[in-house]
């Protein structure tokens, strides 16, 4: 189980999930990031580090490309939080696909299956 965020952790997490919603959809350039959905960060307890979570609509054959993209965004989406944070050390980012959404959609329609089966 992993350690208990400190309300400081969680604030810093949910500061840069507002502002990288932001940015991402008034400041990026590339139409793949524009799209995408900030869903959830969390920040390691010294605040160096953050795994940031988004979803889209993004085809699975596409996510690698998209990752690389965020990863190659990420010097400019840091030094855009920044400013915004007012933090000594900006966090670095490390960027994953959020598919709960998607799992969760699939868990609703295999109950929905199960309620009422085809055919019967």
């Known amino acids: ?14 500061r840069i999930v507002e502002e990288l919603a932001e940015c991402l959809n008034s400041k990026i350039e590339d139409p793949r990031l524009r799209t995408l959905t900030v869903t959830g960060a969390r920040v390691s307890r010294d ?18 490309s998209v990752l690389k993209a965020l990863a190659h965004a990420a010097p400019f989406l840091r030094s855009y939080l920044a400013p915004r944070l007012g933090l000594r050390i900006v966090p670095t980012l490390q ?21 009422h089966p085809e055919g019967g």
Do not use: Y
């Open 1 to 14: 189980m992993p350690p208990r965020e400190s309300p400081r952790t969680r604030r810093v997490a949910d």
């Open 47 to 64: 605040l160096s580090a953050a795994r940031v979570w988004v979803s889209g609509n993004v085809p699975p054959a596409e996510e690698p």
């Open 95 to 115: 960027f994953e696909i959020d598919r709960s959404i998607e799992t969760g959609t699939r868990i609703e329609q295999l109950l929905r299956d199960l309620e």
